[in-house]
């Protein structure tokens, strides 16, 4: 193999027992790219990282790296870099025999292998700290000596487990920061499983969105971010409102939409995109502005909530409740009337959900 490669799932179906637990799923990883597996627990994400290592069998599918297909290859020879979440370091041995570990498998000279392993740790800030046990250090050090345990043998693919689940907040976003630093300086294909978004988004080039199986949407973080695909995925990167409409004027780019209870809302084609004649308006609460001008959708506001930038109001409408963004210059009291506006550059369009 190459000391990088593309990978390639392709059409993978996993059971546990008689559990479909992944359902028909495709990938591509760029050679050099890192992708990360975002979802909640059960997504699929960790059972498609275990089927990669080899560690689960798919019922139906293939894997390949490269030239190379893993699909009925044994884990032991896929030659894949692996971070786990607790480490997995031996208590026993030392940082340098724990990052020379892989090397000394694979039949490398003892010198070749520790010259390799220090400069390793060199790389990773941990030279002064050879000699010591894994008890004797912090949890980012514990980390960046499983990180550089899994680079030190040069592998085509390399694959994180949850590896920031253990450390402190501090510690997540300084360890996210090296991590991509020194995948982007080594070139190695990554994928990257993890629940947490911010953390997804902040150290990926693509980003995967899960759930029951599938990947729902692949896309870069800011995609995703501002123009999720579906409901699914949009409710999970923070769209709070989803309001059904339908069409019922149309002038130029300027359309008028009807929703429940006969509230209607014209929105901009030119700012947000085509609309069909049904449609799903998505928007985060900063994505509808409290006002009391009699344009927009009509409201019964609720609680209000300080968020130092803004308030946000929990707020009844006709269409059902939602939650809205006012001025801090401008507070308004719950039980008041007001219209809620939308923005575009917090909205998306998108189709309506299946029934």
Request: include cysteine; charge should be neutral.
């Amino acid at each position: 193999m190459t000391a990088t490669a593309p990978l390639s799932l392709a059409n993978l179906t996993a059971h546990y027992g008689a559990t479909k637990v992944l359902d028909d799923l495709s990938l591509e990883v760029g050679a050099g790219e890192l992708v990360s597996l975002l979802g909640a627990s059960g997504c699929g994400k960790t059972t498609t990282l275990r089927l990669i290592a080899g560690f689960l069998a798919p019922t139906r599918g293939s894997i390949r790296l490269g030239d190379t297909d893993l699909t009925a290859l044994p884990a032991h020879k896929r030659n894949i870099g692996l971070v786990f979440q607790n480490y997995a370091l031996f208590p026993h041995l030392s940082v340098l025999d724990n990052v020379a570990f892989g090397l000394k498998q694979r039949g490398i000279a003892t010198s070749e292998r520790e010259a390799r392993a220090r400069r390793m740790l060199d790389r990773v800030g941990l030279s002064a700290l050879a000699d010591r046990l894994p008890g004797a250090l912090s949890g980012g050090q514990r980390q960046r000596v499983a990180l550089a345990r899994a680079l030190v043998i040069e592998p085509p693919l390399l694959m994180f487990d949850e590896p920031l689940s253990n450390l402190d907040a501090k510690l997540r976003i300084d360890m996210r920061v090296e991590i991509r630093q020194l995948q982007r300086a080594n070139g190695t294909t990554s994928v990257f499983v993890t629940h947490d978004q911010e953390e997804a988004f902040s150290i990926s080039d693509r980003v995967a969105i899960m759930d029951a199986g599938r990947i729902r949407q692949l896309d870069t973080p800011e995609v995703l971010y501002q123009r999720p695909a579906n409901a699914f995925v949009a409710r999970f990167v923070g769209f709070e409102n989803l309001i059904d409409l339908r069409v019922t004027a149309r002038d130029g780019a300027r359309v008028t939409a009807e929703g429940a209870g006969g509230a209607t809302v014209t929105l901009d084609q030119d700012q947000l995109g085509a609309i069909p004649d049904r449609f799903v308006l998505a928007t985060r609460p900063d994505g509808l502005r409290v006002a009391t001008g009699e344009t927009g959708l009509p409201c019964t506001l609720g609680l209000r909530t300080y968020l130092g930038r803004a308030y946000h109001y929990q707020a009844e409408t006709p269409v059902g409740p939602v939650t809205a963004s006012g001025p801090l210059s401008q507070p308004l009291e719950p039980g008041g009337t007001a219209w809620l506006a939308p923005d575009p550059e917090q909205c998306c369009i998108l189709p309506p959900e299946p029934a």
